[in-house]
């Protein structure tokens, strides 16, 4: 269903927590950027879409208040959406989805992939709010030791030598 694409689309590509984009106004999505006030901590972010997110909500109807709504026309519950995301993620198992995933995997995900990406904790935690002392300790437990990282490591090295 669109709800529930917009709601992985958001957690995979702004890294906020379920009920923020549950809750989330169409009035907060403008200009191509979604702007949020985290329930938790009450840090604002401003995040341009990415062009897969902007894809989606410029394409939409905006047929209620809210960008994630059930196939009702009403916000999820969380006994609803829970069920409807694990309904969603038994279909995408054969397409690589862990089958313990968790929504609330999605904000880590987002973080990980932007730290792939080679965007520092600052750029990250501009995006998904976190408190850069905490997020070290996300990305120390989620973000494993990896040739690529090595890799872009001695490139840049290499890159700021040659510039003398």
């Known amino acids: 269903d669109e709800g529930m694409r917009r709601a992985v689309l958001l957690g995979l590509y702004t890294g906020q927590r379920r009920g923020d984009i549950l809750n989330l106004p169409w009035t907060n999505y403008r200009d191509g950027r979604v702007y949020l006030k985290q329930g938790k901590t009450g840090a604002w972010v401003d995040i341009p879409a990415a062009e897969r997110l902007k894809l989606e909500l410029d394409g ?23 069920r409807a995301f694990d309904e969603v993620k038994t279909r995408a198992v054969h397409d690589g989805f862990n089958e313990k995933l968790l929504f609330m995997d999605l904000r880590r995900t987002c973080a990980v992939n932007m730290a792939r990406a080679g ?11 976190h408190d ?8 120390k437990v989620y973000l ?12 840049k090295l290499e890159t700021s030598e040659k510039k003398g």
Do not use: H, M, Q, W
């Open 132 to 139: 850069i002392s905490s997020f070290e300790g996300i990305l």
């Open 119 to 129: 965007c520092t904790n600052r750029e990250i935690t501009a995006v998904t709010g």
């Open 60 to 82: 939409a109807s905006r047929t209620g208040l809210l960008i994630v709504l059930s196939p009702t026309g009403k916000r999820y519950d969380d006994r609803n959406f829970n």
């Open 144 to 155: 494993p030791r990896c040739s690529e990282f090595a890799d872009n490591a001695i490139k």
